[in-house]
């Protein structure tokens, strides 16, 4: 008898000890401990950090892509520019070449006076002085100036010139010229006559 009871009395401790650390477990699980005031702002900070440098991201991927998108606006601008030329200047040059083949054809029957020794030389070597310089006939008598100057292969091709007293424009070969560096003059070997008559045809 009295090693049953002595049991028994063990055996309820037991069970209150159990009972004990279960209420403190459950006591524990449903009052979870809260953050401190410091770590709270601590994580405030965190968090207000994070938002800053996704909004700083976000303005300069911005800034990035408006100025992707301008410097492509210009790009293209230049290139509509740039094939805008292209295509004026291969027209100039196509429309040259035709006037320039039916110049030799037409023009063959003109008269060449030979040059004057003086001027054999004197050949046209580049554009220097060559815009609005005065054309004299080789026998010195003025019969317009130059407006424009046509190249072939880096090399002065022939010369428009407006003729004086409203007389037209006329396209003349370098070969038909030399320059008067001395006094800034281009000099023809063609007749005053045949130049009025070349003015009115049609390239």
């Known amino acids: 008898?009295?090693?049953?009871?002595t049991f028994a009395f063990l055996g309820s401790s037991s069970l209150c000890l159990v009972l004990l650390l279960s209420g403190a477990a459950l006591g524990q699980s449903s009052n979870p401990q809260t953050s401190s005031p410091a770590e709270q702002e601590q994580t405030r900070q965190l968090n207000q950090g994070i938002t800053d440098a996704n909004k700083t991201a976000d303005e300069q991927s911005d800034r990035d892509n408006a100025q992707y998108g301008a410097a492509q606006q210009r790009y293209q601008e230049q290139l509509r520019e740039y094939r805008r030329r292209v295509r004026n200047y291969e027209e100039k040059a196509a429309h040259y070449e035709a006037a320039r083949d039916r110049y030799i054809a037409a023009h063959a029957r003109y008269h060449r006076a030979a040059w004057p020794r003086r001027y054999e030389h004197r050949r046209i070597v580049d554009t220097r002085d060559l815009l609005g310089a005065r054309v004299h006939t080789y026998n010195g008598r003025s019969v317009g100036h130059v407006v424009e100057v046509a190249m072939a292969s880096g090399r002065v091709d022939a010369l428009r010139v407006t003729l004086d007293r409203g007389r037209g424009d006329v396209w003349i070969e370098a070969a038909d010229l030399r320059f008067?560096?001395?006094?800034?003059?281009v000099m023809t070997n063609l007749d005053r006559r045949d130049l009025y008559e070349m003015s009115r045809d049609s390239y």
């Not at 008067?180 to 003059?185: I, L, N, Q, T």
């Open 1 to 5: 008898m009295k090693s049953t009871k």
């Open 180 to 185: 008067d560096s001395d006094r800034k003059v």
